[in-house]
């Protein structure tokens, strides 16, 4: 089994930043890919920034700019470093996970979540 466990979040005023983390434990074989999302309350979840086991990197045009994912392999983590922070990024981040993981008969792959943690933005 696998698990995976947000830290960082909390209250800031605009203009201000924040660092997410995002620990994965468990029977890890590989991680091949995490990312960030976020869902606001009445919205859907959305996709901010992933990146790839090569570190290759993606965001949302929404973030692009200000926040950055980053990956430290030998700890199983990423993070998430958001600046420039807007009252319209208030809404709760998930850590998400593509992974290969150890199993009684072998390896399978699974894409895991984490638990969420909220980041509210004050005007």
């Known amino acids: 089994q696998v698990q995976l466990v947000e830290s960082g979040g909390g209250l800031v005023q605009a203009g201000g930043s924040l660092r997410l983390s995002c620990a994965a434990s468990?029977?890890?074989?590989?991680?091949?890919?995490m990312g960030w999302y976020r869902q606001a309350p009445g919205k859907q979840r959305e996709l901010l920034a992933a990146?790839?086991?090569?570190?290759?990197?993606n965001y949302a045009d929404s973030v692009k700019g200000r926040f950055t994912i980053s990956r430290d392999n030998a700890k199983n983590t990423v993070y998430l470093q958001m600046n420039s922070l807007k009252p319209e990024d208030t809404a709760v981040y998930y850590c998400?996970?593509?992974?290969?993981?150890?199993?009684?008969?072998?390896?399978?792959?699974?894409?895991?979540w984490g638990q969420g943690t909220q980041v509210t933005v004050s005007s």
């Open positions: 468990g029977s890890i074989f590989r991680i091949n890919a």
């Open positions: 990146i790839t086991s090569d570190g290759s990197t």
């Open positions: 998400n996970a593509d992974l290969t993981a150890w199993v009684v008969a072998g390896t399978v792959t699974t894409n895991d």
